[in-house]
Every structure is written in C-alpha cells, then in structure tokens.
C-alpha cells in the first residue's frame, strides 16, 4: 500500500504565493534534506505518522477545500508525493506544491503549481539548488526568493536577470520574518523597478510564529 509520512493535516489561510488569503487544506511532509538557517518549520524535520494515500485524500475531502498545499519538510524527498498530487488533481482541487528546489521536479502532474524556493546565500544552502529545475517551470509556477539581508537581495537580483525568471513565471521576493525589515525590501524593489511580486507571510502577521492556525 502507497504510504506517506505526514507531519499534520490541517485547514488555515494560504500565507504565501499567488493564492495568498485563500482557505487551504495543508498536507505537510515529514523530513527535509535542507537546514535554512531561517527554517520556522523545522519540527516537521522528523517524526509524524505513516499515512495511506486513501487515507490522506479522505482527510482532505473532510474539509471541502478549493485549494490543497502540499509541503513541508520537502515533500518531494518522499516519492509517493508524485501519486498524491495526481490523485489530488483528479478530486478536482486547485494544488500547490511547495518545494525547496533541491530534488528534481520531474514526474510532477503538470496540473501542480509549483512554489519553488531559490536559495540564497544568506540561508546557508545555496549550493542545493538544482537550477535544472528552472526549465520544468512554466507560466504557472512560482519562484520564490526568501531574503536576510542586502547582499542576498542583490544576488537575487542577479539570479533574475541571469536566467531571465520574469520571463519564465511569476517571481516572488519575501524578508525572513524578525531579520529584513519589509518596508526595507520593499523600497529596493521599487527603485530598481524589479518585475517581481513582493510578499509577506500572512499567516505571521496573523498569528506570530504559530503553524499558521
């Protein structure tokens, strides 16, 4: 039987990406190969319980949702993500994949839109991006850049214009909670007239460093 590690299951508001605000199912996977040093999930890093896909699905269902977000952890550091998104898509949700960008996006039902997170050298884990991934990306998808400081936003900038990310799908610059004063980015993105979208995390602002309920 296809089995998940699950680390909750739980029904909130969308905090991040294009659908920002929306009531949202959120299936988080237990385990990452990744260590950000602004992780504000890392008790998902071990633990949770096997789950069956059956059973994951009925859990979602449960909550008669518009959206499903499937994330993490690092959802796709477990295989049998791959049969959940599908089966997912063919329940007729809107389904979002949040992923770090480290492992390999193939396989992924096209119907997904992919969050996939740039890492930058302020999180400590820049040599995992797996930049191949770029060109599974379409119109879609999202690329995310979570920024600490002035030198991570230039490199970003940089990563931008180098591999030309505006034009391939929307791009994301959010501050790591407590570390980049928003109001700080959101002036660099202004004065360099950045085909970015600048984000916040709702559900901070809502409800602290709480999960998001």
Known sequence: MSRLRISEIFYSLQGESRSVGFPTVFVRLTGCPLRCG???TA???KGGEWMALEEICDRVAAYHPR????TGGEPLA??????????????????????SGSIALDGVDDRVVTVMDIKTPGSGEMEKNRWGNLQQLSAKDQVKFVLCDRGD????RQQLREHELAERCEVLFSPVHGKLEPA????????????????LQ?????W???AGR
């Open 153 to 156: 936003y230039d490199w970003a």
């Open 78 to 99: 477990q295989k049998q993500v791959l049969p959940l998104l599908t089966r997912l898509c063919d329940a007729g949700y809107e389904v979002s994949l949040e992923t």
């Open 67 to 70: 959206h499903v977000t499937v």
């Open 202 to 206: 709702l559900h901070k602002i809502l």
């Open 38 to 40: 602004y992780c504000d």
């Open 184 to 199: 700080e980015l959101a002036n660099w993105i202004v004065q360099d007239n950045l085909p970015v979208r600048f984000q």
């Open 43 to 45: 008790y998902a890093f």
């Open 208 to 210: 602290g460093n709480e």
